[in-house]
């Protein structure tokens, strides 16, 4: 049991692509170190809200639907969306999703280098942040 536990525990610790789980609330349930050093939130920030409040609000629409979806059984293949950093940039990250087999919700790969936008921006009020006037909650 313990060469399995610390099997598990190198899966989540190693990559360079961002790891995680999540229910199908919303909320992040585990995280790889990785979703630290790309994004700057704390493994704290990212569990403490919603992790739709760490989209880009023109993606929340379509990551919902893939929510929906995952609640199904359905695997997501290819997501891209745009994350906020702590320093206030966006992130894209392209994302594969599959059912967790208890369906409470599902294990997510975010590739960083496989995103085909270089840079994301635009200087429009929603490239202030994703909780930019919320004092640090809520979607913006």
Partial sequence: MQRVYEELLQFFNVP?????TASLDGRLT??????????????????????????Q?????????????????????????????????????????????????GALRHCPRCHRAAAIGGGGAQDAGPRAGTGGRGIA
């Fill in 57 to 105: 609000p023109d993606d929340r629409r379509a990551t919902r639907a893939e929510v929906d979806q995952l609640a199904r059984g359905t695997t997501t293949i290819r997501l891209e969306n745009r994350y906020s950093c702590q320093d206030s940039s966006w992130r894209g990250l392209e994302s594969t999703a599959i059912p967790l087999p208890d369906g409470g919700g």
């Fill in 30 to 55: 585990r995280l790889d170190p990785a979703s630290e050093r790309v994004l700057g939130w704390s493994r704290a920030e990212l569990v403490a809200s919603p992790f739709l409040e760490f989209l």
């Fill in 16 to 20: 360079a692509d961002l790891l995680c």
